[in-house]
């Protein structure tokens, strides 16, 4: 498979690098003077093949489904958000029907690229690698989830949550076809963003991890830490320091030359201690290394195509903002604009191109602190 001669037909866009993510909230806040929603992201399945110990919505893992949304109110939709920017392709396992990828999610892609904005799916990439390559040629990033030096790595951690037990020989044929498929689809030309969380299990085994994902061949490797939802609620929750060392050994082994993007980090340029502005000046130095703003309730808003529910967030607690069978995207998002959480954590610093914490974050690990009467302190 060679997807860079349908790639390179893409019109006009300039292409995914640390100077353009258009995920990051930051770029439609200064080009509209106010938050808007530029960024859909779509549940198409509730359905996966595994059951993650961190799975931040494990809780609403089915093992069966109904119907979606009809196709066409999708589309209709989605062409009424008027500064669309991209869309996210998220589950459970999109992949876990092929069904699904050729009726359902290839035509949305399909309409991705005509009207030209990107697209991003999460998969696991464990399934047949025919289903990633049927998209491939429609698909701006494929965001896999990679926190493992080995398949037992993988056993320990990608089943705790099943209802039976999976032998460590699936899961080893899992592991491998899951490294056998980021290969390919990455030398075939797609931009493979991994994902690595820090956490209790990862936090002092992040240089190899990366190593590992530098050899597949993906074009990006994402860092996030954990925070407490879903089956990670229960999980053990790293201190300040202990994710800041992470990062700092991290950035010590990393290669250079690859593009790293921090998200949903616990610092702020508005903290005082100098560790943290220490990491947060290294960070906005380094080469090829960017830190996303949060996007969730800033850009993008997240939408159940089995109810047709809108949420700020795939993985919030709280009751839905709206549904499309009723409003579209742009009139769900304004009754964001003043609910009483978006105003908790609705700052923003423009020098330092920061919008504010995540709501987990601040729940984390700052519940006293009233971010709108902070300030960057450089
Ligand atoms: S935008 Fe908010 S979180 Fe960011 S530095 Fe400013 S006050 Fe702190």
């Given at each position: 498979m060679n997807i860079n001669s349908i790639q390179s037909l893409l019109p006009g866009l300039p292409e995914l690098s640390p100077h353009n993510d258009p995920w990051d909230p930051i770029g439609s806040l200064r080009k509209y003077g106010k938050?808007?929603?530029?960024?859909v992201e779509l549940?198409?399945?509730?359905l996966c093949n595994m059951r993650c110990e961190h799975c931040a919505v494990g809780d609403s893992l089915t093992m069966k489904e109904g119907p979606r949304l009809p196709l066409p109110l999708l589309l209709k939709r989605l062409d009424e958000v008027e500064h669309l920017e991209t869309i996210s392709i998220t589950g459970g396992e999109p992949s876990y029907h092929e069904k699904t990828m050729k009726e359902y999610i290839l035509p949305i892609l399909q309409y991705a690229r005509d009207r030209g904005i990107r697209s991003q799916m999460n998969s696991n990439v464990t399934l047949d690698l025919a289903r990633y390559e049927l998209i491939a040629p429609f698909l701006d990033v494929m965001h896999i989830s990679f926190n493992y030096l080995h398949a037992d790595d993988f056993h320990q951690v990608g089943f705790v949550n099943s209802n039976r037990p999976v032998s460590r020989d699936i899961a080893a044929r899992m592991y491998e076809r899951m490294v056998e498929n980021t290969v390919a689809l990455s030398r075939g030309g797609l931009f493979v963003s991994a994902e690595s969380m820090i956490n209790m299990r990862t936090h002092e085994k992040l240089a190899d991890i990366h190593k590992l994902i530098d050899e597949m061949g993906c074009k990006r490797h994402e860092v996030h830490p954990m925070y407490p939802s879903s089956f990670a609620a229960h999980l053990p929750l790293l201190s300040l320091d202990q994710i800041r060392i992470a990062i700092e050994r991290l950035l010590d082994s990393r290669n250079p030359q690859l593009w790293m993007l921090f998200g949903t980090l616990p610092f702020y340029?508005?903290?005082e201690g100098e560790a943290e502005q220490k990491l947060l000046s290294r960070l906005r130095s380094e080469p090829n290394v960017t830190v996303r703003n949060d996007p969730d309730g800033r850009n993008r808003l997240n939408v159940?195509?089995?109810?047709?529910?809108?949420?700020?967030t795939d993985f919030a607690n709280e009751p839905p903002l709206g549904n499309v069978k009723a409003d579209g995207f742009d009139d769900i998002f304004a009754r964001w604009a003043n609910h009483p959480l978006n105003l908790r954590v609705n700052c923003f610093c423009s020098e330092a191109n920061c919008c504010?914490?995540?709501l987990l974050v601040a729940d984390s690990y700052y519940p006293q602190v009233d971010f709108t009467k902070r300030q960057a302190i450089r």
């Open positions: 938050h808007v929603v530029t960024s549940t198409v399945t509730n340029a508005c903290n159940s195509l089995f109810t047709g529910d809108v949420y700020v504010g914490p995540n």
